[in-house]
């Protein structure tokens, strides 16, 4: 079993940034890719990034490119999404994830862990 727990989130003006912590416990050394995922109200849980355990091999969905960075200091068993130039439509919560073998999928069911997420507020 892993654990996560997220932190960072907050409420934010657009334009500014926040930075987001996922606090990785357990059975971390079977973690092959942590992801951020965001859910907004309404809407399906949605993939933002993720990044792997080992390398530096990382992937963005189009609508974060260029904003967002996600990494990872393996010796705090952390993982970190910085995001910058937030919009309106970032507004949700923030979840992060991950799973023990690596995948070209980053649909929400292909990974296995959880943390219970982080509101992202970012006002107009």
């Known amino acids: 079993q892993v654990q996560l727990v997220e932190s960072g989130g907050g409420l934010v003006e657009v334009g500014g940034s926040l930075r987001l912590s996922c606090a990785a416990s357990g059975r971390t050394f079977s973690t092959d890719t942590m992801g951020w995922f965001r859910r907004a109200p309404g809407k399906e849980r949605q993939f933002v990034a993720a990044?792997?355990?080992?390398?530096?091999?990382?992937v963005y969905a189009d609508s974060v490119k260029g904003r967002f960075t996600i990494s990872r200091d393996n010796a705090k068993n952390t993982v970190y999404l910085q995001m910058n130039s937030l919009k309106p439509e970032d507004t949700a919560v923030y979840y992060c994830a991950a799973r023990g073998y690596y995948s070209g999928s980053y649909h929400p069911t292909s990974f296995d862990y959880w943390g219970q997420g982080t509101q992202v507020t970012v006002s107009s």
């Open positions: 990044i792997r355990w080992s390398g530096t091999n990382t």
